[in-house]
């Protein structure tokens, strides 16, 4: 599966955009670099049970282990300390960074409720995507009936796009449904 979608970038998306762009080299075009998923857990705070939960359904999603990620500062008014866990993270490059997109793109967001695309104002300026979901559930590995929580999570395609329009054109032609 994640093969297929390798294989399509190499052999199809490369030539296409370095005729759209006037690429002279193919090490100028632009490629995604890694993807990381970010899990937020603000009631780890309180519960870590609720921590490892969440470990183990991005583990499940990513097909990696994910990393905990801690406060780098105490808030008060969140009761949160210094080095708490907060959340849970995973960077995926190569097969498994192609496996997710590939799942991402043609399993998961299709299955996403009034699904109509994802917008085209998510790009920062520098060719990344960042992409917000709203629940876990909407992914293959993840049953509705062990979720105690239902959960959102951040997306971000890092690539190696100069401009925004360089990375669009990358991820459409990749398979990313963007809204019309």
Do not use: C, H, W
């Not at 991005?58 to 500062?73: D, E, H, M, S, W």
């Not at 917008?119 to 917000?132: E, I, M, Q």
């Amino acid at each position: 599966m994640a093969v297929r979608m390798k294989d399509r970038f190499l052999n199809e998306i490369t030539p296409a955009l370095m005729q759209k762009f006037n690429y002279t080299t193919v090490m100028q075009v632009p490629k995604i670099e890694k993807v990381v998923i970010n899990m937020g857990v603000g009631e780890a705070v309180s519960n870590s049970k609720v921590l490892d939960a969440a470990v183990e359904e991005l583990r499940k999603i990513a097909g990696q282990k994910p990393v905990v990620t801690r406060a780098k500062k105490s808030i008060a008014g969140f009761k949160l300390r210094e080095n708490m866990p907060i959340g849970v993270k995973v960077t995926l490059r190569g097969e498994r960074m192609y496996y997710f997109l590939d799942k991402l793109f043609n399993i998961a967001l299709p299955r996403v409720r009034d699904f109509r695309g994802i917008s085209n104002k998510a790009f920062d300026g520098r060719g990344n995507y960042t992409l917000g979901l709203k629940e876990q559930l909407i992914f293959p590995e993840i049953e509705y009936d062990q979720v105690d929580k239902i959960r959102g999570m951040d997306v971000v395609i890092v690539t190696t796009a100069k401009t925004d329009e360089e990375s669009r054109e990358l991820l459409t032609q990749l398979g990313m449904p963007f809204a019309k």
